[in-house]
């Protein structure tokens, strides 16, 4: 169950959140999949989820940018490398922080 959230520049969140996406991602198992060498763009900044035990439960990786749109300058993001724990796929965690990141932006 998650207890909270933290929103974090994402730099300052890679201590956290390193664990959790090297355990869902392991390098072997990325070193066999067909976007291996894919690059992927650095995030603005992370949510993370945390258990009662202040275990990192779920992580999203939020990018922000500005683009033009009928001649005006807005801001658009994006949701990615949305992570949560062996065993907690089907428990929710991923939904929620989704909704928390809508609000945030």
Known sequence: MIDHIEIKPAHGGWAQAAPLLKAVWP????AKLPWKDVVWS???Q???AFNR???IICHLAIVLREATWDGRVVKIGGIGGVKSGHGDELSGYLLWPNVD???AI
């Open 27 to 30: 390098p072997e198992v990325v």
């Open 46 to 48: 992370r949510l993370l």
């Open 101 to 103: 990141v809508v609000w």
């Open 42 to 44: 650095n995030p603005d």
């Open 53 to 55: 035990d202040n275990e």
